[in-house]
């Protein structure tokens, strides 16, 4: 995983996806801030998370962007996806390496230094800790600091995405103490002020 200054956005999908989703998803990814396109769909089959999956990739083909699946290796491996993220319920990586072999694995941590170490012993390719602030995506569980982004920093040059209530007011806070990637979903795609192309501009 190399790192972009400029394309400093892990950007999460909406829950729900609509036709006029995919033409904002492009103006989005044309701004090239965003390394990751996250695809996170709970409530959805597989079936149609394949349809959707296949729309998306061919779009961050196209614009340079990783497509990553959210929780669903099998569906990674089918879509042919640059990766996927794993939560602390979810398989464990190194079984989704068999799986899914040489691609991006990523491992929510929280708030915890613990599981931070021991998705680095697995060879984790990045590390998402948070939530950092309050979230319109999920209830916040965990609360993360800035104190622990220098913890982890200290043991490991692993990439460190931070997640949780991101937006223009709070971001560079995160990218000064060594997050690498911000994980950004409501103050794109639920913003009441700003279309999701405008949105993403104030992430300068």
């Given at each position: ?66 497509f990553l699946i959210n929780d669903d290796v099998f569906l990674a491996k ?93 971001y560079k806070k995160l990218l000064l103490n060594n997050a690498n990637f ?23």
């Amino acid at each position: 995983m190399r790192y972009n200054k400029k394309k400093f956005i892990y950007l999460i999908s909406p829950l729900k996806i609509d036709r006029i989703f995919y033409l904002n998803l492009v103006d989005v990814l044309k701004q090239k801030k965003v390394s990751f396109f996250q695809l996170r769909l709970k409530k959805v089959n597989f079936k149609k998370k394949l349809i959707i999956g296949k729309k998306i990739k061919k779009i961050c083909q196209k614009l340079n962007v990783k497509f990553l699946i959210n929780d669903d290796v099998f569906l990674a491996k089918k879509l042919d996806a640059d990766g996927c993220h794993l939560g602390q319920n979810d398989m464990s990586l190194l079984k989704a390496r068999k799986i899914i072999g040489n691609k991006i694995i990523g491992i929510t941590c929280h708030n915890s230094i613990s599981l931070a170490k021991s998705a680095i012993k697995n060879k984790a390719d990045y590390l998402a800790f948070g939530a950092f602030n309050s979230s319109k995506t999920k209830k916040v569980k965990y609360k993360a600091s800035i104190n622990l982004l220098k913890k982890a920093r200290k043991i490991t040059k692993t990439p460190i995405v931070a997640i949780g209530g991101i937006n223009s007011d709070n971001y560079k806070k995160l990218l000064l103490n060594n997050a690498n990637f911000l994980a950004i979903s409501s103050f794109i795609w639920k913003n009441d002020k700003l279309k999701p192309k405008d949105a993403i501009r104030k992430l300068k």
